[in-house]
């Protein structure tokens, strides 16, 4: 069987038979294209070709330049792609049917804190670009959003009366999360003063900018990333890490780990309990720096 005419069933089964969301379905096909371009660079164009060897030489390729993580995530769609053809195809083998995840060594999420959000939040001026990137970062953060969801926020998502605003998250799940009053009073400024001079063809996004259109995840993303070196920030903050922050700051504050779960649109608590580590490393943290040494006390 063709490798290309494999690739296109299981494309269609992930749109029609699994209903993936689109941008899912584009994250396979980035890396399964990427997998198969390498079969086919070595001459490869069939699946009953591809055997465990072969595999084994492109992830042995693939990780030299690529970190854990996403070698992980390219395991994962390479093994999700060959299931669902040998499933429908009984002749063609798996070759990576025993092919284990790489180990990975997990990692803190970088987050801020409150000196640092007010200190980021403070730094835009009062034009009207200031009140534009500012109401952008303060919801970021308030509202706990990722930047896909903040860039797709629609105008009637927004309801500032009731302090809530309606998200759609990853694979078309919506939730509903409150809106800080800081960040109301924010929304109020943008709506009033900017958007209603820069939004000429009534939009139904929230954010547009000065040509009327929605704002992308790139513009945000740039936008931290100069704040970030203008400000002498840690250069590891990007925009998931106001996600971070607004989830940790949360739990600083006692909140249930299942309502921060919710309100971050977690499917797993397990995704949600990374955040406890943050915690528990900041007590550590401070039991280090103020509990006394007794090795040190012995040696004075």
Not at 166 to 177: C, H, M, T
Not at 182 to 209: E, G, T
Not at 232 to 238: C, E, G, Q, T
Not at 249 to 275: C, F, K, M, P, W
Request: proline share 3%; net charge negative.
């Amino acid at each position: 069987m063709n490798c290309r005419e494999a690739l296109n069933d299981y494309k269609i089964n992930l749109a029609v038979i699994e209903n993936k969301a689109q941008k899912t379905i584009e994250a396979y096909m980035h890396d399964l294209d990427e997998y198969l371009s390498f079969m086919e660079h070595k001459n490869i164009t069939n699946m009953e070709d591809i055997n465990i060897t072969k595999v084994d030489f492109f992830f042995n390729e693939f990780c030299k330049s690529h970190k854990t993580s996403s070698c992980n995530r390219m395991l994962a769609s390479i093994k999700s792609f060959h299931r669902f053809t040998t499933l429908n195809h009984p002749d063609i083998n798996n070759p990576v049917l025993y092919f284990h995840s790489f180990n990975t060594n997990k990692h803190l999420p970088t987050y801020l804190d409150f000196e640092d959000v007010y200190k980021l939040l403070e730094s835009f001026d009062s034009s009207d670009q200031g009140i534009f990137q500012k109401t952008l970062i303060e919801t970021l953060y308030s509202c706990g959003l990722r930047v896909s969801e903040l860039c797709d926020l629609k105008l009637n998502d927004v309801h500032l009366h009731e302090k809530i605003c309606k998200i759609k998250g990853k694979g078309g799940k919506e939730r509903i999360v409150p809106i800080a009053s800081n960040c109301i009073d924010q929304m109020n400024q943008y709506i009033s003063l900017v958007r209603k001079q820069w939004d000429k063809q009534n939009s139904p996004y929230f954010f547009v900018n000065q040509l009327n259109h929605p704002v992308n995840r790139q513009y945000v993303h740039q936008l931290i990333k100069r704040k970030v070196k203008e400000l002498a920030l840690n250069p590891d903050i990007s925009c998931h890490s106001l996600r971070h922050s607004f989830a940790t700051h949360l739990l600083n504050g006692n909140a249930d780990l299942r309502v921060v779960q919710e309100l971050l649109g977690h499917s797993d608590i397990q995704t949600t309990q990374i955040y406890t580590h943050i915690q528990n490393k900041r007590l550590t943290d401070v039991y280090d720096t103020y509990f006394p040494d007794m090795d040190k006390e012995e040696e004075k």
